[in-house]
């Protein structure tokens, strides 16, 4: 079945510091998504990428879609106390909108 | 607007028992989606109801079953739990196959 693998597990920054973080799948993926998940919170949808190659921006976030619709990343510029939480990337089943998430990338940032 | 929600927040149970939780979903979504997650994992797809029908169903036992009412309401059955239940269970809900919107979840521990 489809897997989809993200990469560092744990990331401690400085604030102030850059951070980025990388997706990878098994299989070519028709959209990937990104979510935020705050300590004790739920995932809060952030984006999602469609198209191959396609980059797009919130703010800070940057988030980016590979040319092979099988990896992906999100970078965080200056960061923040407030971008604490783990960041997951999610992509689509075969049919409906099932999500297979990756095992999310947990984000410390010190003051 | 009230987002999704889902009752109760905290739920302890013994092993053997069965539990039944609860997810009103958005205004406006017709389609909900369960998942479980273990701590320090992303989570993980249960099944997806859609027109009141199980639409698509992840690698769990048929212990966890569900239910979707007229009004777009679910519910999650989870029968003869076992220690390894233990883990906060998440319903999102979504318009057909658009992003998803996640609850605050259910913390089930099981003694």
């Known amino acids: 079945g489809q897997q989809v693998m993200q990469i560092p597990q744990y990331q401690h920054v400085q604030e102030g510091e850059d951070f980025t973080t990388y997706c990878n799948s098994s299989?070519?993926?028709?959209?990937i998504q990104w979510y935020k998940q705050r300590p004790g919170g739920h995932p809060v949808f952030l984006i999602q990428?469609?198209?191959?190659?396609e980059v797009k921006k919130q703010k800070r976030l940057t988030f980016q879609f590979g040319e092979a619709k099988k990896n992906s990343s999100l970078h965080i510029t200056a960061t923040q106390t407030t971008d604490v939480g783990t960041y997951f990337c999610?992509?689509?089943?075969?049919?409906?909108?099932?999500?297979?998430f990756g095992g999310g990338t947990r984000l410390m940032v010190k003051p | 607007d009230a987002g999704v929600t889902q009752s109760p927040t905290h739920l302890i149970k013994t092993r053997g028992q069965q539990v039944t939780l609860r997810c009103s979903p958005k205004?406006?979504?017709?389609?909900v989606s369960w998942y479980q997650q273990a701590l320090g994992q992303g989570p993980q797809f249960i099944f997806q109801?859609?027109?009141?029908?199980?639409?698509q169903r992840g690698n769990f036992p048929d212990r966890f079953s569900g239910h979707q009412f007229p009004n777009y309401s679910s519910e999650l059955n989870v029968n003869a739990l076992l220690l390894g239940d233990s883990a906060l269970y998440l319903c999102?809900?979504?318009?057909?196959?658009?992003?998803?919107?996640f609850g605050d979840g259910t913390r089930l521990s099981i003694l």
């Open positions: 109801y859609y027109e009141e029908e199980e639409r």
């Open positions: 999102a809900s979504s318009q057909r196959d658009q992003p998803q919107h």
């Open positions: 999610a992509g689509p089943g075969n049919a409906g909108n099932m999500l297979t």
């Open positions: 205004s406006g979504h017709d389609t």
């Open positions: 990428l469609v198209k191959s190659g």
């Open positions: 299989t070519t993926l028709s959209n």
